[in-house]
């Protein structure tokens, strides 16, 4: 893998919940502006997105470096696995400026509230908070019982952005692309990353 540029990077988690499109399309969007993305890929995202979409992602860091690289067209991604912690992103010296959970289940919002680090993701997911850079945490869970309410807030009150998967109408979308653009359109401007994904409010075509 080749090393990745210091302050450009983003690190972008993928876990086991249902929406496996909003992460694939970040992933997308990411590397099409020009960002460096360090992956990180729960067992159970694996899984989902085998059954969501028509991607067959190989089980291995490296191979899923090499797969996603060449289907995005891009040299600026690299995986890293569950017990990778010589990943840059494992330590508060090669923090990263941002990282986003998308989709984040409520398991894993739980496990970073706590400080659990217990894998990489978790880990990583410490360490931006602990040195003050923005998380953004895609949650896609309903209902939401008072546990998860809990630990939002508890991550709210630490700077962390709750993002839930909720899409739009208003924009009249006609198709299921839409919907997720528009939930990956306000990812990215919580990343202040210019993007075309739709017409804001208030703007005439």
């Not at 912690?85 to 998308?102: E, K």
């Not at 692309?177 to 994904?197: K, T």
Request: charged share 20%; proline share 5%.
């Amino acid at each position: 893998m080749s090393a990745r540029p210091y302050k450009s990077s983003i690190i972008l988690a993928m876990t086991g919940a249902s929406g496996a499109a909003y992460g694939l399309r970040l992933l997308e969007c990411l590397v099409q502006a020009g960002e460096h993305v360090d992956v990180l890929i729960s067992q159970p995202a694996q899984i989902v997105i085998g059954m969501e979409t028509d991607l067959e992602l190989p089980s291995r860091p490296a191979e899923q470096t090499r797969f996603l690289r060449e289907r995005f067209a891009s040299e600026n991604i690299n995986v890293y696995g569950k017990d990778q912690w010589t990943a840059p992103v494992a330590s508060g010296s090669g923090v990263a400026r941002a990282m986003v959970v998308c989709p984040c289940t409520t398991g894993t919002l739980s496990a970073i509230a706590t400080g659990a680090s217990n894998s990489l993701m978790e880990r990583a997911a410490d360490v931006i908070l602990k040195e003050r850079q923005k998380l953004v945490l895609v949650v896609r869970e309903t209902p939401l019982s008072d546990i998860h309410l809990d630990n939002m807030l508890k991550l709210s009150r630490m700077d962390a952005v709750i993002l839930p998967a909720n899409p739009g109408f208003y924009h009249q979308p006609a198709a299921i692309e839409d919907l997720v653009d528009f939930v990956v359109a306000r990812i990215l401007d919580q990343l202040d990353i210019e993007h075309q994904l739709q017409t804001r409010w208030g703007d005439r075509e």
